[in-house]
């Protein structure tokens, strides 16, 4: 069984400080890993993704995230937050069973403070 | 190119109402998933295709909800009858469903739905 855990209901920072966005993973299979935004009454979009390449992923708008296997993580970072930024993060899991589904977390809602 | 589309964008109903969602995929994009998302939580998998085959159905409330997949391009998610916990954004989405891209999901704006 697949699961995400993201250990943040809600993240504040101040507008150029960094971001960490925390996602905690559960799976039997070698997972793939995503994180998406969605902004106010739109549809999520994708920011990063892992595949089993390189462990460290960059992704849009600056962007990363780091797969740790020893630690079950795949954290959200960015060196500094824009105002822009604030938005609705989900960690989601696909493993490989046969549907490639995607289990997501509950949400990390990420404030900016100018 | 464009993206995924879905009507209507906001939908208001009375419970025991029944209610139809359209989703136009990404042209090509083989796999076409409807989510149900919940206030305050994450997206939850009710419907998985590929092509026009069901793919996954196993969150899907099958006395209430059905979908399908027509020719393998659009496809409808209905309720019937509504019920008040149905309220929550409903998200279509596409992928290509192979190469090294088989599962990156491409969102649409969703269908919020609100049960009176």
């Known amino acids: 069984a697949q699961s995400v855990t993201q250990l943040d209901s809600h993240v504040s920072v101040s507008e150029g400080t960094p971001v960490l966005l925390r996602c905690n993973y559960s799976?039997?299979?070698?997972?793939?890993l995503f994180w998406y935004v969605q902004h106010p009454n739109k549809g999520l979009q994708l920011l990063l993704k892992?595949?089993?390449?390189?462990?460290l992923v960059k992704g849009i708008n600056g962007f990363e995230a780091e797969f740790k296997k020893s630690e079950t993580s795949f954290h959200l970072t960015k060196p500094s937050a824009h105002m822009s930024d604030a938005a609705e993060y989900f960690c989601?899991?696909?493993?490989?069973?046969?549907?490639?589904?995607?289990?997501f977390g509950s949400g990390t809602r990420l404030l900016v403070r100018p | 190119e464009a993206g995924v589309a879905q009507s209507p964008r906001y939908k208001i109903i009375e419970k025991r109402q029944s209610v139809a969602f359209w989703c136009n995929p990404i042209?090509?994009?083989?796999?076409l998933y409807w989510y149900q998302q919940i206030l305050g939580q994450g997206p939850k998998l009710l419907i998985q295709?590929?092509?026009?085959?069901?793919?996954?159905d196993s969150q899907l409330p099958k006395d209430r909800f059905s979908a399908e997949r027509l020719k393998g391009v659009d496809s409808t998610l209905k309720i019937q009858p509504a019920k008040l916990e149905d309220s929550a954004v409903y998200l279509c989405?596409?992928?290509?469903?192979?190469?090294?891209?088989?599962?990156?999901?491409?969102f649409g704006p969703g269908t919020r739905l609100t049960v009176l």
């Open positions: 295709f590929q092509n026009n085959g069901v793919v996954d």
């Open positions: 989601a899991v696909s493993g490989r069973d046969s549907s490639y589904k995607l289990i």
């Open positions: 042209s090509g994009h083989a796999t």
């Open positions: 799976s039997s299979y070698s997972p793939s």
């Open positions: 989405a596409s992928s290509l469903g192979r190469g090294d891209s088989y599962n990156e999901q491409f």
């Open positions: 892992y595949t089993s390449a390189a462990t």
